[in-house]
């Protein structure tokens, strides 16, 4: 990758992270040869882990630790006082390295929600329609399970969908959108970036992390002031710098720069620029519960290529045509053993303990050892879910600075079942997935029901094992929200209000999170963002 000269720290644009926004803004605004920019991830260079480039790597990537930020929320009450993981991609390509490559717009009513016409359905769709054709987005086969599947949900009320990025996702299944080809995976950084890496005008910095925004006495962007091989730099900003790092991670940069709600940013002794209340607030995730089952004989399919949306509560205040909960085909094969690695640890290693000591090693190393017998191989074949996610959650966490260290991760509180409608939600949603379950097709197939069991089919056994089993989808958004109004942190365009030269652009702008995956949404933002910028130029 290209490395800037000593003192020719200075672009026209400066974007921190290199996730899935932020490799697509880089691409897009360094199509321009007039303008310098500065791509910043604090990870690594995804050629250094081959597995982020293959289509199968995902479950590799998944339990790499180089690839993920190992982070756990505060203990959660609707969750039986749980800390939660709540990791996150990083490295270039950031969590669409190591996803499942699920790439699904949205529906027209989620963009509805954002009120505002500059990301109405009509607004958004150029962007969705350029991404998908640089990376090429397909569909994968069908197999005899994932036909079964759609046939038993037909009988429990859904209509099969020949396209999932149509708009209109209500009561519709079928096979989603995989943003692949051949054995590649296709994300933002093999897209957008990895083609233009010999761009004289783009410098794309792995191992930097960002510790602050640097700001004059007018309150605009001067600099971006990062760590990288052990010295300290600022990146001078002629135009603007874009914040994609992340639901996450955005609102504590904002914060740590001084910008920020005022008690967050004076009570850890930090200047502050402006009192912005939003940063961090209005957080928003996907948790999930899955329902597990066996089946008379082996699933042929190898990746979670089956998704359906219904609306199960007839009490929310939602539109008429937006959906409230999705459903996920999970074949165990694909990466039971991987998704066993890395969460096990999570729920047995106390977070206290989890970074000081190599207790998650040692349990993930057991975990690679039960799943070495072949028959208990032959047995995981033999196990499929049906995932049920709270696609549109009432609940709103928060995200607040833990130190004024850059190095620290935030402390994050995603709130789940804090609104009682949430667990009505997710309470009919597994009824939902049951009754797919109990479809003819599927009792053909098998549908033996090993958790949570025939027995638990009351509310109270159901509330029970969506409090003990929930877990996030990792779609966090929300926390730098995107809006007219004043409670809002940025404006239509994305500029960050009370302050010039600065602008976020990933899922952390999303004022309500859509009910689906959240990739392809976000790969979108970097795209509008580079789109504002060049028309702003012109």
């Known amino acids: 990758m290209t490395q800037p000269r000593a003192g020719a720290f200075e672009f026209d644009y400066v974007i921190v992270g290199g996730g899935s926004s932020g490799c697509v803004a880089a691409g897009q605004l ?30 590799d990537a998944f ?16 969750c039986r006082k749980r800390p939660l993981f709540m990791g996150s991609g990083r490295g270039m390509g950031g969590s669409g390295s190591i996803n499942a490559m699920v790439y699904l717009r949205g529906s027209a009513a989620d963009f509805r929600a954002w009120d505002h016409p500059t990301w109405s359905w009509t607004a958004v769709e150029p962007a969705f329609a350029a991404i998908e054709r640089t990376l090429e987005v ?13 046939e038993a949900a037909q009988a429990a009320g859904f209509h099969r969908q020949h396209d999932l990025n149509d708009g209109d996702l209500l009561g519709g299944l079928g096979y989603e959108w995989m943003n692949y080809r051949d054995g590649e995976r296709r994300n933002a950084y093999t897209g957008f970036v990895q083609p ?17 925004l640097v700001f004059d006495d007018r309150r605009r962007l001067t600099g971006v002031e990062f760590t990288h091989e052990g010295a300290r730099h600022t990146a001078r900003v002629r135009r603007e710098a874009i914040l994609c790092a992340g639901a996450l991670e955005s609102p504590k940069l904002l914060m740590l720069s001084g910008v920020g709600p005022r008690a967050q940013v004076v009570g850890h002794g930090i200047p502050p620029v402006f009192d912005l209340p939003g940063v961090g607030e209005n957080f928003q995730d996907h948790p999930n519960v899955t329902l597990f089952h066996r089946a008379r004989r082996d699933v ?24 409230d909960t999705c459903y996920v085909a999970y074949p165990a094969r694909s990466s039971f053993r991987e998704a066993f690695m890395r969460m096990l640890p999570a729920l047995m290693v106390p977070p206290s303990l989890y970074h000081r000591t190599r207790l998650p090693r040692i349990v993930r190393a057991g975990v690679s050892l039960a799943f070495k017998p072949s028959f208990v191989r032959a047995f995981v074949r033999r196990i499929y879910g049906l995932v049920v996610i709270l696609g549109k959650p009432k609940s709103r966490g928060s995200v607040r600075l833990a130190s004024a260290r850059a190095s620290d991760f935030p402390i994050v509180d995603p709130a789940y079942f804090t609104d009682p409608e949430d667990m009505d939600t997710m309470i009919a949603g597994v009824e939902k997935a049951r009754r797919i379950a109990d479809g003819e097709p599927l009792h053909g197939y098998g549908n033996r029901e090993l958790l949570p069991g025939r027995w638990a089919t009351s509310r109270k056994a159901t509330t029970a094992f969506i409090r003990s089993m929930a877990m996030t989808t990792y779609h966090y958004a929300g926390t730098c929200a995107m809006g007219d109004g004043a409670g809002s942190v940025v404006d239509p365009r994305l500029r960050v209000r009370g302050v010039t030269g600065l602008r976020v652009a990933d899922a952390s702008i999303m004022p309500v999170v859509p009910v689906s995956a959240l990739n392809a949404p976000s790969m979108m933002i970097g795209h509008r963002v580079a789109d504002f910028l060049r028309e702003e130029s012109a």
């Open 300 to 323: 042929d399919c190898f990746y979670p290529q089956v998704y359906g949306f219904h609306r199960v509560n007839p009490h929310s205040q939602l539109a008429p045509d937006q959906a």
């Open 138 to 150: 397909r569909r994968r086969p069908p197999t005899e399970f994932t036909e079964a599947v759609i």
């Open 63 to 78: 339990i790499n630790d180089a690839l993920m930020y190992e982070r756990f929320s505060v203990p959660q009450l609707g």
């Open 196 to 212: 233009h890496l010999d761009r004289p005008n783009l410098v794309v910095l792995t191992g930097a992390a960002v510790q602050r």
């Open 30 to 59: 360094s199509a321009d040869p007039q303008v310098r920019v500065l791509l910043l991830e604090q990870g690594d260079r995804a050629e250094q882990h081959p597995e982020t480039l293959r289509a199968d790597g995902y479950k």
